[in-house]
């Protein structure tokens, strides 16, 4: 429990494989503890993606420090969940001085990136190499992304390929079928977009972030898993045996699926998640929803779920969050949809279909409310239903691909979560 690198405490980790198996001895700590530690209010934290326990552990230090002084008499208790995700080590994240502080120049694999591929996909690595290898040389001609697009594929495989659906309607993402060459390049406009320098779009470019797009599909699939058979499951024991915790979930990113997703492995009954708080969350905004606008008879892969939660689903969004309003549609669009995206308005052409959460908020949930950041701040925060939060004021940093995906550290953020579960 006790982190001297910690700035709260009581802070327990949890840490979970691919799986969504538990670490049972820091499970056990957390459980026998908790009571103890006189904790009233549980502030449950998943990161999105990071490459090793420190840069998660870096996450909860900075987010959580405010907090102590923002609610000085109430009795808060901190978990900081690790499972296995990975960022390419080229995208910048603000506050952190550790991180890349622009793109990397051209499509080459920086060697720090290629670790953490190798680490997430440790039985890959002549895959990995012969990808490395075709970035660094570029060879000409569609053939040449052809391949690539067959590697990419062998890379990540496509078992269970709706494990990663939001929606019944969502199909496999551009990374998995299709035309290589033109998803590859269609990301490499989208790219020369996001640094509005005028140059020409390079399609090994779009090969990297085609890589990187799988890389996270990977990632999105593997964040409902542990939140549903992990997370989920143990939030119902920690109710069992410590039933007075109020328990309030946090996810960034893919974290905020995971979270979600731990809804859905809630067992019946328990009733001690008292808010949950999606920061810039990577999955669609479609997912609570009954039906869907465009095709009434298909619900989201959560239909309800917040309905488990005995308080708000609060969704924190920024417009200039790049990562998902322009790489997360063009790569959870259908596959087989071959009309191109060139040099056009990507969010309008594709349609709201492939919307996320950090992008515009819960969609398709009746009565869902819709506020600023100020408003929400100033008590007009309702508290049970699904609440969309804008949070242009304060996430508005960061380079490209990915924006202000990761500009979340801020105290305003800190005080949403605290409103969000009533904690005084």
């Given amino acids: 429990m006790a982190d001297p690198g910690m700035s709260v405490t009581p802070y327990w980790e949890l840490t979970f494989d691919a799986d969504g198996d538990v670490d049972g001895p820091e499970r056990d700590r957390l459980l026998a503890q908790v009571t103890d530690q006189g904790v009233r209010d549980l502030i449950v934290f998943a990161h999105g993606w990071n490459n090793d326990r420190s840069g998660a552990t870096r996450l909860y230090r900075s987010f959580f420090a405010p907090i102590p002084n923002l609610a000085p008499r109430a009795r808060i208790g901190y978990v900081g969940v690790i499972w296995p995700s990975m960022r390419f080590c080229d995208e910048p994240i603000p506050d952190f001085p550790g991180a890349a502080p622009t793109l990397a120049a051209g499509p080459a694999l920086d060697p720090d990136t290629r670790r953490a591929l190798l680490k997430t996909f440790p039985d890959r690595a002549d895959v990995l190499d012969q990808l490395a290898r075709m970035l660094d040389e570029q060879p000409g001609g569609d053939e040449g992304l052809a391949q690539f697009g067959q590697l990419v594929r062998q890379l990540v495989g496509t078992p269970q390929p709706l494990a990663a659906a939001d929606t019944s309607q ?65 939030v119902g024991q920690l109710a069992h045996v410590a039933p007075g915790v109020r328990v309030h979930l946090v996810g960034h990113s893919f974290g905020g699926r995971l979270v979600a997703f731990a809804l859905r492995g809630l067992p019946d009954g328990v009733r001690t998640v008292k808010s949950v708080t999606l920061l810039q969350g990577a999955f669609s905004h479609y997912a609570f929803a009954a039906r869907l606008p465009q095709e009434p008879d298909t619900a989201g892969a959560l239909k309800d779920r917040h309905q488990r939660i005995d308080g708000p689903l609060v ?25 191109s995206l060139l040099g056009v308005d990507i969010a309008a052409v594709l349609g709201p279909e492939w919307g996320a959460m950090g992008h515009d908020g819960v969609q398709a949930v009746p009565g869902t409310a819709k506020l600023d950041l100020a408003a929400a701040l100033n008590g007009a925060l309702p508290g049970s239903g699904c609440v969309n939060v804008d949070a242009s004021a304060v996430v508005h940093r960061g380079g490209p691909p990915a924006g202000a995906h990761s500009d979340i550290v801020h105290p305003e953020l800190a005080r949403v979560v605290l409103a969000a579960g009533r904690i005084a």
């Fill in 170 to 234: 969502e199909g496999e993402p551009v990374a998995f079928s299709g035309d290589t060459a033109t998803a590859c390049e269609e990301f490499a406009h989208a790219l020369t977009g996001a640094r509005a320098d005028f140059s020409l779009p390079n399609p090994w470019e779009g090969a990297k972030e085609l890589l990187r797009q799988a890389t996270y599909y990977t990632m999105k699939r593997r964040a409902g898993k542990v939140g549903e058979h992990g997370l989920g499951p143990l």
């Fill in 315 to 339: 969704c924190c969004y920024s417009h200039f969050d790049a990562a998902l309003g322009t790489f997360y549609p063009l790569a959870s669009r259908l596959a087989g949809d071959d009309n």
